[in-house]
């Protein structure tokens, strides 16, 4: 059983960065595949990063270069950093963990970006 735990998320000005954490309950060394996902009001939840064990990352295309996901083993975090935000990028983040064949997700963090 893995759980996950969110932060980090909150109100930002159009172009502000935000940093979100995910506490993962075991150690990240052992996750085959960490994600984040995000969901927007009256969409479906989409893919935004992936970090696999053996540290290989992805991006959706819309992160355009915005946004960098990391892990840190010593305090089984992984992290979204999220630079330029949109107005867009406005959705409730999901951390998810792939693990031994299950999926774990966090129960979110709300990102709003307006001005």
């Known amino acids: 059983q893995v759980q996950l735990v969110e932060s980090g998320g909150g109100l930002v000005q159009p172009g502000g960065s935000l940093r979100l954490s995910c506490s993962v309950s075991?150690?990240?060394?052992?996750?085959?595949?960490m994600s984040w996902y995000r969901q927007a009001q009256g969409k479906e939840r989409e893919w935004v990063a992936f970090?696999?064990?053996?540290?290989?990352?992805n991006y959706a295309d819309f992160v355009s270069g915005r946004f960098t996901i990391s892990g840190d083993n010593a305090n089984n975090t992984v992290y979204l950093q999220m630079n330029s935000l949109k107005p867009d990028d406005t959705a409730v983040y999901y951390c998810?963990?792939?693990?031994?064949?299950?999926?774990?997700w966090g129960q979110g963090t709300q990102v709003t970006v307006s001005s």
């Open positions: 075991t150690s990240i060394v052992g996750i085959e595949a």
């Open positions: 970090l696999a064990s053996t540290g290989a990352v």
């Open positions: 998810n963990a792939d693990h031994r064949g299950r999926r774990y």
